[in-house]
């Protein structure tokens, strides 16, 4: 996830790190706060493995900036993960949001369109965050009010994103 947001937003232009920081939180939000001990060296990786460019300029004050951008290899590279993305990062909500942010990067629609589809078929399984045996719980089969709570939210989230995929894939 941490890798995509760097080469997806890069793709948008030369960043500082500091700015590159900034946006990824934002993407990310609370739930997973990037580090500067994930971030830089995840950088590091990626310059290291030819996909970004990093140009140090003088900065404000005495210390120097750096300047990362993408490379044509991290362009390549940003497309490839983008098609072929599946599993956890379909399935999971916060990876799916990472693919989905950079998604329109895809040039070919049919591409794009088969990422969603996946996205569509992974939700359209039967899914709960509780089991009796290997049967999914419905909200209206818990007494736990958060539990149903929970249960209630994603139901209605599920259901608005499948018909904004449906929509978008008509």
Do not use: C, N
Request: aromatic residues 6%; glycine residues 8%; positive net charge.
């Amino acid at each position: 996830m941490l890798e995509l947001a760097i080469l997806g937003f890069l793709a948008e232009g030369p960043l500082h790190g500091y700015q590159l920081r900034h946006r990824i939180a934002h993407l990310s939000g609370h739930a997973r706060p990037v580090s500067d001990g994930s971030l830089y060296p995840a950088i590091s990786r990626l310059v290291e493995a030819g996909l970004l460019g990093r140009k140090t300029e003088p900065g404000a004050s005495a210390a120097q900036r750096h300047t990362l951008s993408l490379t044509d290899a991290g362009r390549r590279e940003l497309l490839r993960r983008l098609r072929d993305a599946d599993g956890l990062d379909i399935s999971d909500s916060t990876r799916y949001f990472t693919v989905l942010a950079f998604l329109s990067r895809l040039p070919d629609i049919a591409d794009q369109h088969a990422v969603l589809r996946r996205r569509l078929d992974f939700l359209q399984q039967p899914a709960s965050f509780f089991h009796d045996g290997d049967r999914p719980l419905g909200a209206e089969e818990t007494g736990d009010p958060y539990r149903r709570g929970m249960l209630t939210i994603a139901r209605a989230t599920s259901r608005a994103e499948r018909a904004w995929l449906r929509e978008v894939l008509g």
